[in-house]
């Protein structure tokens, strides 16, 4: 029999070194479900059990339990290099082909859907009131659906539902194509795309906010023993070390790639029509081809995430009965999406992020759609759009600070989701909700004093009245920029540590002797074992999907409100959004101020 056998027993170990025994009492004192899953992904049934004389270093990967002892089983150092690289590959491909595609598709549908209106169907009446409808009807299958997609994550795993939100937003893009000018029932056809696409991106951003905790929870986990394969016993040369939670990090990754999904809509797709049109096209060729190569682009997408995108084992839903036996699958799941809208009421924390969806998304819409119409409205207000005042021109200049002034916010939008991503994994900020807080107050500050201040000058160039930019705008708009990505790498990060259970720091070690069925009473015996589950950090990764759908929810909710209600401020006062999102964000920092303050009162008044 082999040495090192599964069922030969441990040999004796020399003096000064520790035997296998020792380092199995070692692994004991580890999580048992740690060690389980570190088993099951880098173990390798093909290597030899052999021992060789001056061989390689291998990991230590045992799995341990109550039951028989046995030894463990060796993974060369190599097999943990081709582990570590193919999470780096799940990583780049969550970031790539789902949190970036899905941005740059966003932004180019938005960009290109009023020249479907115009030149594929041919109608250049009340463009606007269509492309309004469309939106409107847009966030409404994203508030029904996202919740919808969540809950399904949960069922089937992310990987799948993130490959098919890529799928339909492939489909969507394609549908497009199919419109002509001269339809009868055009408007069936525009919907009906445009409610594909919905499905898709609804789908895609709840997915990003899912797998946030997914790729935490994987970093996370406890780095295996290398030790050291030589003809004396092994010798352990590295501790398993348990990694701090990265989900800040993470959501700071989904914002540095948000914006680099932005700019790459801005920069490939939108030059796409006018550089793939010929002067013998008909009108809106080019624009059909930039879509197939934007459908391509969606599908490829997909393919990837149905390849490379994580997902965590499936957990049934906790509270199970005897009657849920006989019930439909679906029902029980709807339960636990009802239980993820609750929690936030239940859970302080899980409240605070919802809030911050709500909000993140109303800044993300309000800069991309209020500042061109704060620009254009003031170019119109005084008369620069006018033909008497070379009307061409003037408003070629309104389009020009409209993107300026857009720009600046995305260029600092940019340049802060790596700092924000990086508060959101300290610990001490993270307890005291620091960056929510900032968040708030420097939306505050930004927002309304767009609205206060001028923001644009009118100025006398070579006999003609223009305008420009004060020095002023510059500032605030950088700081619109600072506030909004904060607001969503911060909720997002917290988010992703409350369903991780990153939030409630480490297990709570209990006394050695004390298990269950060591109290000489009954209700002893239910005390320890409440104590114990009470000594364990709480985590909802069994219903991440339902929560991350709700946050989306939420979101959708944000957009509604802002476009709704500021679109009709904006008629009696120009500013009159800009307060709104300051209004938002002042709620924002309120309640993370109150959840630090509410969480250490509830705890004394518990002491």
């Not at 009802?338 to 819409?365: H, N, Q």
């Not at 993270?430 to 900032?438: A, D, G, K, M």
Request: glycine share 12%.
């Amino acid at each position: 029999m082999s040495p090192l056998s599964p069922l030969s027993p441990s040999p004796p170990a020399p003096p000064g070194t520790m035997a296998s025994t020792g380092i199995s009492r070692q692994l004991r004192d580890t999580d048992t479900n740690s060690i389980n899953s570190m088993q099951s992904e880098y173990e390798d049934p093909n290597l030899p059990r052999r021992r060789r004389a001056g061989g390689p270093l291998y990991a230590h990967v045992g799995r341990v339990g109550s039951g028989p002892k046995r030894l463990p089983s060796f993974t060369k150092l190599s097999d943990l290099r081709t582990v570590k690289v193919r999470r780096i590959y799940t990583q780049a491909t969550y970031l790539v082909f789902l949190v970036m595609a899905t941005i740059s598709l966003l932004v180019f549908i938005n960009s290109s859907i009023s020249f479907i209106v115009t030149d594929l169907l041919g109608i250049h009446d009340k463009v606007g009131d269509i492309v309004g409808t469309l939106g409107f009807a847009d966030e409404i299958v994203v508030i029904v659906a996202a919740p919808l997609w969540g809950m399904a994550s949960d069922w089937v795993g992310e990987r799948a539902i993130s490959g098919l939100a890529m799928v339909l937003i492939g489909l969507g893009f394609a549908s497009f194509t199919l419109l002509e000018e001269g339809m009868t029932y055009w408007w069936v056809g525009l919907l009906g795309a445009r409610t594909i696409f919905a499905l898709g991106a609804a789908a895609g951003t709840t997915m990003m906010s899912a797998l946030i905790p997914v790729l935490a929870v994987q970093e996370a986990e406890p780095e295996p023993i290398i030790v050291a394969d030589t003809d004396a016993d092994a010798v352990p040369t590295k501790e398993p070390r348990k990694k701090d939670n990265t989900a800040g990090k993470h959501a700071g990754l989904v914002g540095l790639f948000s914006a680099f999904g932005a700019l790459f809509a801005l920069t490939v797709f939108l030059p796409l029509p006018s550089k793939l049109q010929s002067p013998e096209d008909v009108a809106g060729t080019g624009l059909r081809r930039a879509y197939y190569i934007v459908t391509a682009w969606a599908l490829l997408a997909g393919s990837m995430c149905f390849v490379g995108i994580p997902s965590l084992p499936r957990k049934e839903p906790e509270g199970r009965t005897e009657a849920d036996k006989t019930t439909p699958e679906w029902k029980i799941r709807l339960r636990t999406l009802s239980k993820a809208a609750g929690l936030g009421l239940e859970d302080r924390r899980i409240g605070l992020a919802y809030v911050g969806g709500f909000v993140a998304r109303a800044c993300a819409v309000g800069i991309s759609l209020f500042i061109p119409l704060y620009v254009n409205g003031f170019f119109v207000q005084h008369g620069l759009c006018s033909s008497t005042s070379g009307g061409r021109k003037d408003c070629a200049q309104a389009y020009i600070l409209a993107s300026t002034l857009s720009g600046i916010s995305q260029l600092f939008a940019l340049l802060g989701a790596p700092v924000f991503g990086y508060l959101a994994d300290r610990p001490w900020a993270v307890r005291t909700h620091l960056p929510l807080i900032l968040a708030g107050f420097i939306g505050v500050v930004g927002y309304g004093a767009f609205g206060t201040f001028e923001m644009i000058r009118i100025v006398d160039k070579d006999g003609v009245r223009t305008a420009k930019l004060t020095g002023m705008a510059y500032i605030i708009g950088a700081v619109m920029g600072l506030s909004k990505i904060a607001s969503i790498v911060s909720s997002l990060g917290l988010l992703g540590k409350a369903i991780s259970g990153a939030l409630d720091g480490p297990e709570r070690p209990l006394h050695p002797d004390l298990q269950p069925g060591d109290g000489e009473e009954e209700n002893d015996d239910a005390l320890i074992e409440e104590e114990m589950n009470a000594a364990k950090p709480k985590n909802y990764l069994h219903i991440k999907g339902s929560i991350s759908g709700v946050y989306s929810l939420t979101g959708g909710l944000g957009i509604l409100l802002l476009t709704k209600v500021g679109g009709a401020l904006f008629d009696e006062r120009a500013g009159a959004p800009f307060w709104l999102l300051a209004g938002f964000n002042g709620v924002l920092g309120l309640m993370a101020v109150w959840t630090y303050f509410g969480g250490k009162i509830q705890g004394r008044i518990r002491l």
